[in-house]
């Protein structure tokens, strides 16, 4: 165990301490210490299922502790539900924001005090007071009367901030906030936190992006099985340091290393299209080969692989797959002609959550496993998955557990699962290690490779250029619909990819 940033009682703005949590025989947080300065950005990081997400929600009183302390501004603090938590200055943003998409701006932020107790509401000064905290966060752009559902999703994640602060959030939590958002986004995220820490906000920030922590940062603690690992000053450690302690074991480098023997054509794309969007789209996806698409998001990526599965409607000169002319109309016809897509939602377009860790690995292949008259062979099934369960390395109960029991990364891998055990000669994966740890992300890298080695065409859509460079054999990068440079592993590079994808 380890403790590097020394701090006094009377210093911090909240001190946990020897907080337990156990959900039947599992012990989700084992005696773990937690304490934050007013003023500074402290990043909680560890794999998932460190209990990091526990941890928060006992803070925030959505789970009650078994044992442990927590004080506030040095006092002791009993929170037993939301919004004591609340009324104690604790303030979470969760991936998925707490919005009501109909209501406008100002009915958000002030959505539990709309009337003030008045009997009727005074919208005039309701919109008001909303820009007035708008502009302090410097978004005097967005508008208090317009619906919250017509706004993008960092001017969302704005609103959301703002309905926080104006509770008087003495700690806010924010929840890897960046998943969704654009490289512009970003900065004027980190833009708000800087103000948060000038106001004495001490901001807990959550995230798998440890260029983001950082950078950001100014201690780190670090989770590991539910249990304590160490605190450290920010400025005092490096990546490998931080990875190391996280994932419990050292490692030489973040990318395993993979000998690339590129085959034949086996993906050909001509002059696609799609409806005011994306335009003439041309490439080749070789067998063995790992190939990268980059670019902001919104760049037209996504479009483009939704539009070779079938799932959006395109316009093409050629498609040729396998040796064959292709114009997939629909994901069944892609899925029978041996194309496999893992989207970048994976709760939402990739698995059913509530629905077995079984069902989820079977679906594509539930022909094979059935006799001509549909009977399910049921120990064939059981076989089927465990098997392939266990060379992605997933960590599970049980094969009938829902989906949503796993984390995230053991989800992603259920996902991905679905294609490997298909045979597919060409798999796309869009963003296949977002909202997974370092050991997740490390574990799904050595799936892709042995994916290629095998022959396998990959391609491969990732925001992050770490992962692009580290991964890749050859990278084509979109700006606004459109293919502007293509990048062989030689001269991968950062600067290389963001001249392009910015139009430079």
């Known amino acids: 165990m380890e403790r590097e940033v020394k701090t006094t009682v009377d210093e911090l703005r909240l001190d946990m301490r020897n907080i337990k949590k156990h959900f039947g025989g599992v012990k989700a947080l084992d005696g773990v210490s937690f304490s934050v300065r007013p003023g500074e950005v402290h990043a909680l990081v560890g794999e998932n299922g460190a209990g990091k997400s526990t941890l928060m929600k006992v803070l925030s009183g959505a789970y009650?502790?078994?044992?442990?302390?927590?004080y506030i501004d040095?006092?002791?603090?009993?929170?037993t539900s939301p919004k004591e938590a609340k009324e104690l200055g604790v303030a979470v943003v969760y991936q998925e924001f707490m919005l009501a998409p109909d209501l406008t701006v100002a009915e958000n932020i002030f959505i539990d005090r709309l009337s003030k107790g008045r009997s009727i509401i005074n919208w005039k000064e309701l919109r008001k007071s909303a820009q007035e905290e708008l502009s302090k966060l410097g978004f005097s752009d967005i508008s208090p009367a317009v619906k919250v559902g017509t706004l993008s999703v960092a001017h969302q994640q704005v609103v959301e901030i703002c309905k926080c602060l104006t509770r008087n959030a003495k700690v806010?939590?924010?929840?890897?906030?960046?998943?969704?958002?654009?490289?512009?986004?970003?900065?004027?995220?980190?833009?708000?936190i800087e103000r948060l820490k000038a106001e004495n906000v001490s901001v807990i920030y959550i995230s798998h992006r440890l260029e983001e922590i950082f950078r950001i940062s100014d201690n780190i603690t670090i989770l590991k099985d539910g249990g304590y690992v160490g605190t450290m000053a920010t400025k005092d450690v490096d990546k490998q340091r931080v990875i190391n302690k996280m994932v419990g074991r050292p490692l030489s480098t973040m990318f395993p290393p993979r000998s690339a023997r590129i085959g034949e054509v086996v993906l050909s794309v001509s002059g696609l299209s799609t409806a005011g969007f994306v335009r003439?789209?041309?490439?080749?996806?070789?067998?063995?080969?790992?190939l990268g698409f980059s670019g902001l998001v919104g760049s037209g990526r996504t479009e483009i692989m939704k539009a070779l599965f079938g799932i959006a409607k395109k316009q093409a000169d050629k498609i040729v797959y396998l040796g064959k002319e292709v114009d997939f109309r629909h994901p069944q016809e892609a899925k029978d002609g041996g194309l496999g897509y893992l989207p970048e939602d994976r709760k939402k377009e990739g698995l059913l959550l509530n629905q077995s860790i079984k069902i989820n690995t079977t679906m594509p292949i539930i022909k094979r496993i059935t006799t001509k008259t549909g009977i399910l062979k049921k120990k064939k099934e059981e076989e089927y998955v465990k098997n392939i369960l266990a060379d992605l390395a997933t960590k599970y109960g049980g094969i009938e557990d829902n989906v949503s029991s796993l984390s995230g990364g053991n989800q992603q891998k259920v996902a991905l699962a679905k294609w490997v055990g298909v045979g597919c000669k060409c798999i796309i994966l869009d963003e296949p290690t977002r909202g997974v740890d370092v050991g997740a992300k490390i574990e799904i890298y050595n799936i892709i490779n042995k994916l290629a080695e095998e022959g396998?065409?990959?391609i491969m859509i990732s925001s992050e250029m770490p992962e692009i460079i580290g991964m890749c054999d050859r990278v084509i990068v979109m700006r606004q619909g459109m293919i502007t440079g293509e990048v062989d592993k030689e001269s991968l590079s950062e600067q290389e990819l963001i001249n392009y994808s910015m139009g430079g």
């Not at 009650?64 to 927590?70: F, M, N």
């Not at 806010?172 to 708000?192: C, H, M, N, R």
């Not at 080749?284 to 790992?290: I, L, N």
Request: proline share 4%; glycine share 8%; charged share 25%.
């Open 456 to 458: 396998v065409a990959i």
């Open 64 to 70: 009650q502790k078994d044992e442990g302390e927590i």
């Open 280 to 290: 003439d789209i041309s490439f080749e996806a070789h067998a063995g080969e790992v």
């Open 74 to 79: 040095g006092k002791p603090a009993q929170i």
């Open 172 to 192: 806010l939590v924010l929840d890897e906030p960046t998943a969704v958002l654009t490289f512009s986004e970003i900065e004027k995220l980190f833009g708000i």
